[in-house]
């Protein structure tokens, strides 16, 4: 279905919530303040990382019965990846993380950013449900923007002097 101006709109009023969970639970989960840069459109072959956690939502904005379907990526350089897990499990910064336990870490941050969006979210009329959140592990991978989205952006986010990235893809 081609997508209107109105539902851009609608989608880029979107963006805000997954910010605004991301922050959230950074700050409770993780114990480390993060600031949110600028929203970008997502460009070929960036941004790239070495763990990413990917988590799909789909449903509809009831007032105005629009389907939609959405996917975020949290997209990490490994050793702040390792950085973050660290923090939760209160470690100290030279113990070892198991690539398994980071792989569950990412994809937990995932879920909660994906799962706080939505109740924000609903507030606002969205019905949503959540997938399962994947993760990708990689060198310097690259994540594709789904097929068919209307809104494909990129949000660099600060931690510690360091960068990692909340992608959010909406159709």
């Known amino acids: 279905m081609p997508q209107t101006e109105e539902s851009k709109a609608l989608f880029l009023s979107m963006i805000p919530a997954f910010c605004q969970s991301l922050e959230d639970g950074f700050n409770q989960m993780v114990m480390l303040p993060v600031t949110i840069g600028e929203v970008h459109a997502k460009k070929g072959g ?71 969006a939505k109740t924000r979210l609903s507030e606002n009329g969205f019905l949503l449900s959540l997938s399962l959140p994947t993760v990708a592990v990689g060198t310097n991978h690259y994540l594709s923007a789904p097929s068919g989205v209307t809104i494909s952006d990129v949000i660099a986010v600060g931690l510690e002097g360091q960068e990692f990235y909340l992608e959010v893809s909406i159709s």
């Open 46 to 116: 960036s941004p790239t990382g070495s763990i990413s956690g990917t988590i799909g939502l789909s449903g509809s904005h009831g007032p105005t019965g629009l389907e939609l379907r959405a996917q975020i990526s949290l997209i990490f350089p490994e050793a702040l990846a390792q950085r973050i897990f660290r923090s939760m499990m209160m470690m100290e910064e030279d113990m070892p993380v198991e690539p398994a336990e980071l792989q569950d870490v990412v994809g937990e941050l995932a879920n909660i950013t994906a799962g706080g």
